[in-house]
């Protein structure tokens, strides 16, 4: 069972579109991670939620941290080809130490021009 | 600073080969994630070191699997013998991890090692 599920597990749309994809647990996480991968690279850290119901924005995406610390979305507003990518989310659970962290699967995302 | 360096990046091998794959972490970072990735599975985590220590090998999925950081700046993974089912991108990643107040630093991941087990 993953601890993280992510979904969709694949989306592939049209440029200048909106988009949200969702990381949800039944586990609470004392902060939440998102990261996106690019085709032959590793992972590379967008941002990290610590509180619940926060939001923070970078360019055209808005990442939120659901009010009970269990679950977060990212919205991509009017996507382009630059966007695509494999988008993870990792959440930290209380108690500290690496041990804590835990990556979902990822969501696959193709913008197409 | 250069970021995660992985070596090789690729590599094919045939089964029952040993199978060496190396990572130097980001300077400072006292964290260092060894972590397999397939389309399956997604990406796991299959070994961490705090300061040198191996700290959890609970993903390592077998005896064939062995990691060390002799060293802050070097660490290896090997695969002896490799199988076909480890064919996998396998990366590294280093951090400072726990900044306080449950709030965790990035991983900085490296480029991985695409390993082909023939």
């Known amino acids: 069972t993953q601890l993280l599920e992510q979904s969709p597990q694949f989306l592939s749309i049209q440029e200048g579109e909106n988009l949200t994809v969702y990381c949800n647990s039944s586990?609470?996480?004392?902060?939440l991670q998102w990261y996106r991968q690019e085709p032959g690279e590793g992972p590379v850290l967008l941002v990290t939620v610590v509180t619940g119901g926060e939001v923070k924005k970078l360019k055209r995406l808005t990442f939120q941290f659901g009010d009970a610390r269990k679950d977060s979305s990212l919205h991509i507003t009017a996507a382009q080809p630059g966007d695509t990518g494999l988008y993870l989310c990792a959440g930290a659970r209380a108690g500290g130490g690496a041990d804590g962290l835990t990556f979902g699967k990822g969501t696959h995302l193709i913008i197409q021009p | 600073d250069a970021g995660v360096i992985q070596s090789p990046r690729h590599e094919v091998t045939e089964m029952g080969q040993e199978v060496t794959l190396r990572c130097k972490p980001i300077?400072?970072?006292?964290?260092l994630f060894w972590y397999r990735q397939t389309m399956m599975r997604g990406l796991e985590l299959l070994i961490y070191?705090?300061?040198?220590?191996?700290?959890?090998d609970s993903g390592m999925p077998e005896d064939r699997f062995s990691a060390k950081m002799p060293n802050a700046s070097f660490s290896t993974l090997k695969i002896q013998p490799s199988e076909p089912r480890d064919s996998a991108v396998y990366f590294c990643?280093?951090?400072?991890?726990?900044?306080?107040?449950?709030?965790?630093?990035?991983?900085?991941f490296g480029p991985g090692t695409r390993l082909l087990v023939l």
């Open positions: 586990s609470v996480f004392s902060s």
């Open positions: 070191f705090n300061n040198n220590v191996p700290i959890d």
């Open positions: 300077s400072g970072h006292d964290y």
């Open positions: 990643a280093s951090s400072l991890i726990e900044l306080g107040g449950g709030v965790y630093g990035a991983q900085y």
